[in-house]
């Protein structure tokens, strides 16, 4: 009599994943059956290594990464910083800024995302006074900010930079005349950065004040000291761009190298 002969059918998952659960595959793991090293070294390129090489060509992208610019803003030196351009009625300007600046100016995309949000998480103090208050026309003076809200929080006051309407006239901003006019001079940073046609401009002494009496922002207390950055920039052999810039005192050390390399960077182009 001729024994029946049974016929079991085993599948096997191919795949990453299907090899990698050797419970649901029949196999060893990723490595344990035909193909599955293949699709495991697949998943790794897409899960794992795009994503890294991605992360790295976005830290190195001059330009605005809008909400990304939030969590850029904490890697090192120049991957943790950006471009800004802008123009005046007279000017063409562009400088590196830490990412979480934006340019304050009417209409600006990204600069209505951030606004909104401080809006609602780090209001001002005084009733009435709102982050819109602080927004200019395009081809006005311009303002650059700090939007970070841990900085912000930290500080407990405004973070900014703003070019000053009012050219200095009548100067000699030849690199030898600077360098004499500043020889003698020392202090903890740099105060002579070179700029192109053999121009140089500098910066003034910090100046540290009392910070602001009252809050600034709703509960959050004010700083103990504000610091004023002043500097120049040559636009003409006889001319220079105005600079200010104005942060808590025990901020700085967070943004020291960012203004040295900020200053070096700023170029302004007759329009």
């Known amino acids: 009599m001729q024994q029946p002969i049974e016929v079991q059918v085993v599948e096997r998952r191919r795949g990453c994943l299907g090899c990698a659960l050797p419970g649901l595959s029949g196999c060893g793991g990723c490595l344990g059956c035909g193909g599955c090293g293949q699709g495991c070294m697949l998943a790794l390129l897409v899960l794992v290594v795009v994503p890294a090489v991605l992360c790295i060509a976005l830290s190195f992208a001059p330009v605005s990464l809008g909400p990304l610019d939030f969590f850029m803003s904490y890697l090192p030196n120049e991957m943790g910083r950006k471009d800004i351009e802008f123009s005046t009625d007279d000017y063409d300007v562009s400088l590196k800024a830490p990412r979480s600046w934006y340019l304050v100016q009417t209409n600006d995309q990204m600069w209505g995302f951030w606004r909104d949000a401080l809006e609602s998480s780090i209001p001002f103090e005084q009733t009435g006074q ?103 920039v040559p636009l003409t052999d006889t001319t220079a761009a105005r600079w200010q810039l104005s942060l808590p005192d025990d901020m700085y050390s967070r943004y020291e190298d960012d203004i040295t390399a900020l200053i070096e960077s700023v170029e302004m182009t007759p329009r």
Do not use: M
């Not at 927004?135 to 970070?148: C, F, K, M």
């Not at 900085?151 to 009548?170: E, F, R, W």
């Not at 009496?213 to 500097?231: G, H, L, S, Y």
């Open 130 to 232: 709102e982050w819109a208050d602080l927004e200019t026309s395009p081809g006005s003076d311009a303002l650059i900010v700090d939007v970070n809200p841990v900085n912000l929080t930290d500080g407990g006051d405004l973070i900014g930079l703003v070019l000053l309407p009012d050219v200095q006239s009548g100067g000699d901003y030849a690199c030898d005349a600077v360098e004499t006019r500043l020889a003698g001079q020392t202090h903890d940073y740099p105060i002579l950065f070179r700029y192109d046609d053999g121009r140089c401009g500098w910066r003034e002494p910090d100046d540290i004040e009392d910070g602001p009496a009252a809050r600034v922002f709703k509960n959050i207390e004010p700083p103990a000291q504000i610091r004023t950055i002043e500097f120049f």
